[in-house]
């Protein structure tokens, strides 16, 4: 539904079943899980859709081997199994993903987890090789017959220097396993949502509409591009706003602490010899100071990352030029050959994770847990969400609408466990059916099977929508762009700015495609479908500039 009719549905009719406050992953799933069930839910966001914490994750669907340590087994359990939902239902977006553990101890590591249970562990010992294949067994358990994944594999010194010759001479084992790579969380989030909305009329979405103040029986919204209020009045609302939870619940009037979050930063650096020695795997391994870091294959680029820093600003998060050296220097700790210079780094990001407020000795001891905080407003219940990660998203938001369509007193009719997300609907399942779908609509569309393949990759299935509206152009300023792509997610996917569409609709910015000649023949083609003036179009240049400059170290 476009932004004007939502509009005038809730000036109409502000009566509403739920009100979502955030349209992170977590809101989103809810939101998705609402409207296959039938209520009248209303999903809105201070900012653009998946802008804030879900928007910096580490782009993996990993079950968590590293709470084994914790002794965190019912969430490894429970994110296992999503983590195999998302593969399955988002095959356009989450990959299987080989993860390699290069290991330099034999014994080492085995009281990390009773220390930490005693809360007398400061910094955790070196994992050695007998704990980790002792952990990558548990972590297969809970995969169970089905297997989404292969089981791990464990290798001696001489296999290991055979399969990846660059690595650290000091390294004695390596072991690899299975997890998953989400390609653009921001783009499946929406998708997500845009998802709801097909599903159920009386489902809404409005990003850019954030909450300012509860009046007597209505939330008060602000929108932000018309600056209008909107009055709505939900029986439940959930506040699903992450890291800004306690700051929604000023806005209701209740004072809260439930989020203790820290900032996790990454770089995206253009580096060709590091990503040929990691090809399609993640490095994940422990770094000299005992921080779990990782080294992650994203398209033709690299994912290094991450930092776990205390923060009181979710608002004030960004990569430091500290956390920047931190990360090409942990490089070395696998790949001491491979130079990472600073100008390969095409982009920067940081957010904060909304993890529940703790007294833990270290940042790795808070739990990645979720949990549902429940309060009242004049008698409306308030189900605060609290924790949790991307990959149990689905399994969250399940539990949060089982509690509020039990508060309004109605019955699920309908589950989100085997339901297609996106492009992944109808997702060729073999490299041969692969195949022949991209012929198809090369055949059918263009004469171009590489751009095709491209787009393919970006949008999974919805590379048919997008080459049926018009013969395929390309952008002047850089080919691997489509004007195609460009029309297509600005007319039906809710964008608003210039950079909902260059980080979130797409990976463009992420992937450093933006110079200032192709962000000027994007906004014009924007600018075309949204009707911007000249004005309008420059202004929009100049912010993204900025917005990128500050935000993400980039310089357009």
């Known amino acids: 539904m476009e932004r004007s ?29 609402m409207a296959v069930n039938g209520l009248r839910v209303l999903i809105v966001d201070r900012g653009d859709f998946c802008s804030g914490a879900s928007a910096t994750s580490s782009h993996m669907a990993h079950g968590g081997i590293r709470y084994l340590e914790n002794g965190e087994f019912r969430l490894v359990r429970e994110a296992v199994a999503e983590r195999n939902r998302m ?65 791990h594999r464990f290798f001696g010194r001489k296999e290991t220097f055979e399969r990846y010759p660059l690595l650290n001479k000091e390294v ?25 909305e097909k599903e159920n ?85 422990e ?45 070395k700790r696998v790949f001491p050959d491979i130079p990472i210079l600073s100008e390969q780094i095409v982009f920067r990001f940081s957010g904060v994770r909304p993890l529940e407020f703790q007294q833990a000795k270290t940042t790795g001891q808070i739990t990645r847990d979720h949990s549902i905080k429940e309060d009242h407003i004049n008698k409306i219940a308030v189900l605060n969400l609290v924790g949790g990660k991307w990959t149990s998203y689905r399994a969250f938001s399940e539990q949060a609408s089982d509690r509020a369509m ?28 692969e195949d022949r779908f991209i012929h198809q609509i090369t055949s059918k569309a263009v004469n171009n099977a590489d751009i095709v393949r491209k787009l393919y990759e970006r949008y999974g299935t919805i590379v048919k929508d997008i080459l049926s509206e018009g013969p395929l152009e390309l952008l002047t300023s850089n080919p691997l762009i489509t004007k195609n792509e460009i029309r297509y997610l600005t ?23 933006v110079s200032q000649a192709s962000l000027n023949e994007i906004c014009d083609l924007v600018g075309d479908e949204l009707g911007w003036d000249t004005t309008r179009r420059e202004g929009e240049v100049e912010r993204v500039k900025r917005l990128f400059e500050k935000n993400h170290g980039v310089r357009i």
Not at 9 to 32: H, M, R
Not at 131 to 148: A, E, P, Q, W
Not at 419 to 427: A, E, V
Not at 492 to 513: H, N, P, T
Request: charged share 25%.
């Open 201 to 285: 009329p009386q489902a809404m979405a409005l990003n850019y509409a954030p909450l300012v103040s509860f009046e007597g029986e209505s939330a008060v919204l602000e929108d932000l591009v018309t600056g209008e209020k909107i009055y709505v009045k939900p029986d439940v609302i959930i506040n699903a706003a992450g890291p800004w939870i306690d700051h929604v619940n000023e806005r209701l009037g209740t004072k809260t602490k439930f989020i203790g979050g820290t900032k996790g930063s990454h770089i995206i650096v253009s580096n060709p010899i590091l990503k040929k020695a990691i090809g399609n795997r993640e490095f994940f391994f």
């Open 491 to 513: 007319k039906y996917e809710k964008v608003e700015f210039l950079d909902d569409l260059l980080l979130r609709r797409s990976s463009l910015g992420w992937l450093g495609y």
């Open 287 to 331: 770094n000299k100071d005992g921080r779990i870091v990782l080294l992650l294959p994203f398209f033709d680029k690299v994912i290094i990352g991450t930092s776990d820093l205390p923060i009181n600003d979710p608002d004030e998060a960004v990569c430091t030029p500290e956390e920047e050296t931190y990360f090409i220097d942990l490089v």
């Open 172 to 196: 004695k084992y390596s072991a690899e396993y299975y997890d998953g790579l989400m390609l653009s969380p921001e783009r499946l989030n929406t998708e997500i949502i845009l998802d709801a």
């Open 87 to 151: 593969i399955k239902n988002s095959p356009h977006m989450v990959k299987p993903l080989p993860t390699v553990i290069p290991m330099f101890k034999l014994f080492s590591g085995f009281l990390n987890a009773p220390l930490k249970f005693l809360n007398l562990l400061d910094k955790p010992s070196e994992r050695g090789a007998a704990v980790i294949k002792i952990g990558l067994i548990f972590y297969d358990s809970f995969t169970g017959k089905n297997r989404t994944v292969p089981a």
């Open 5 to 33: 009719a939502i509009i005038d549905e809730l000036k109409q009719n502000p009566k509403l079943d739920v009100l979502i406050v955030g349209a992170g992953i977590n809101g989103a799933g809810t939101f998705l899980d």
């Open 406 to 433: 039990e508060i309004l007193g109605r019955k699920r009719i309908r589950s989100t466990e085997n339901m297609s997300i996106g492009g992944g609907k109808s997702y060729p399942l073999s490299l041969e059916e």
